[in-house]
């Protein structure tokens, strides 16, 4: 199984006044394609900074990182950038969506960023609504739909450019139990059935049973690696 991202020593500080507070610790870890990774771990410990590193959108102050063999310290700001762009697709926990814009206007708006006219940009966007869910909710404004709808346009929108790795922040954190399932059922779905890899931050235990492999942060260091069944075992000991 080859391997999506590849990060070795990574730490990352911040300037505080005249301190530098370091919010990363040697952090050592792969995600491999084809895998539902989870990241787990308490509120601060350095979850969300780990994966906006991942995602380019911070630069690490040490180590390495590889995404699909292409090291991100290597690149500029503005590569970083277009390397989102045609690589990584990012939900958000708050969904993000524009309000003024049908579910397949939002959902389209990657492929509109990249050049594509927005006519071809909505049709495609509908095509991949279809697939998890959403037919016949494609014109629908935001407001008009529910939050699991929501999160469903919210996830087309990160895979409607076909990105290699998907990276979620808490995304059943605001739905009921069994919205988030059918939103896990989706997730597992893209990252086991195709050449993707998908990594997950969540405190939502319900959705252990959905994860290949579980990270396990604590003060800003990676201090286990589990299969599902091992770390729902030990969190029940």
């Given at each position: ?221 990676i201090i286990g690696s589990y299969s599902a069944e091992e770390f729902i075992t030990k969190e029940k000991?």
């Amino acid at each position: 199984m080859s391997i999506a991202v590849t990060i070795k020593h990574l730490n990352k500080d911040f300037t505080v006044g005249d301190d530098k507070v370091r919010v990363l610790h040697n952090i050592n870890a792969e995600i491999r394609m084809g895998e539902l990774t989870m990241l787990v771990g308490p509120s601060g410990c350095g979850k969300t900074t780990l994966i906006s590193i991942i995602s380019g959108i911070l630069s690490a102050s040490s180590g390495t990182i590889d995404i699909l063999n292409q090291r991100l310290n290597n690149l500029t700001d503005q590569q970083k950038v277009l390397f989102r762009r045609e690589y990584i697709g990012f939900i958000f926990q708050q969904y993000n969506l524009l309000p003024a814009l049908s579910a397949a206007e939002n959902a389209a708006m990657p492929l509109i960023a990249a050049g594509m006219k927005n006519k071809e940009a909505a049709e495609n966007a509908r095509l991949i609504l279809d697939k998890i869910g959403m037919k016949g909710q494609t014109d629908k404004l935001p407001r008009q739909l529910s939050g699991g709808q929501q999160q469903r346009v919210a996830i087309a929108r990160a895979l409607v450019h076909n990105p290699k790795l998907i990276v979620c922040d808490e995304p059943t954190a605001a739905l009921d139990a069994k919205t988030g399932h059918a939103v896990m059922e989706i997730m597992r779905d893209i990252a086991n059935n195709s050449n993707r890899a998908a990594l997950i931050v969540t405190h939502d235990n319900r959705i252990y049973n959905y994860a290949d492999r579980i990270l396990e942060m604590g003060d800003g260091r990676i201090i286990g690696s589990y299969s599902a069944e091992e770390f729902i075992t030990k969190e029940k000991t």
